[in-house]
């Protein structure tokens, strides 16, 4: 398994950005598709992004997509998700994680490598 830990979250007002980064060790970064989960207080953890492992394909949740920009540095073994025009729904801990299928898998059995999460809130 590879490790991952996130960084970037915070507290932000509705229509502000941040980037969360996800850095990876241990296994070999590009060998893995990575994506992007989180999840809300008394939710289920629900799918963000995918990104394949070398970039080139990306897939978005349809209440992410034009706000949210998946991206990855397979040099520097990080992944990272801009969330732009953020709104208080955003509010949840969000995860990284890791896969070695091919594509950008949405299910999160698909996964098999996590991070601890990051805290993002929005405010209104």
């Known amino acids: 398994q590879v490790q991952l830990v ?5 507290l932000v007002q509705a229509g502000d950005s941040l ?8 296994r070999t970064f ?3 598709a990575m994506g992007w989960f989180r999840q809300a207080p008394g939710k289920e953890r629900e799918f963000v992004a995918a990104i394949s492992r070398g970039g080139t394909s990306t897939y978005y949740a349809d209440s992410v997509k034009g706000r949210f920009t998946v991206s990855r540095d397979n040099a520097k073994n990080t ?3 801009q ?3 953020l709104k208080p ?5 969000y995860y990284c994680a890791a896969t070695s299928q091919w594509g950008v898998p949405r299910r999160r059995s698909a996964y098999d490598s996590w991070g601890q ?7 209104s």
């Open 6 to 10: 996130e960084s970037g979250g915070g």
């Open 19 to 26: 980037r969360l980064s996800c850095a990876a060790s241990g």
């Open 30 to 32: 590009s060998n893995y």
């Open 79 to 81: 992944v990272y998700l």
């Open 83 to 85: 969330m732009d025009n």
């Open 89 to 93: 729904e955003d509010t949840a801990v």
């Open 117 to 123: 999460g990051t805290q993002v809130t929005v405010s």
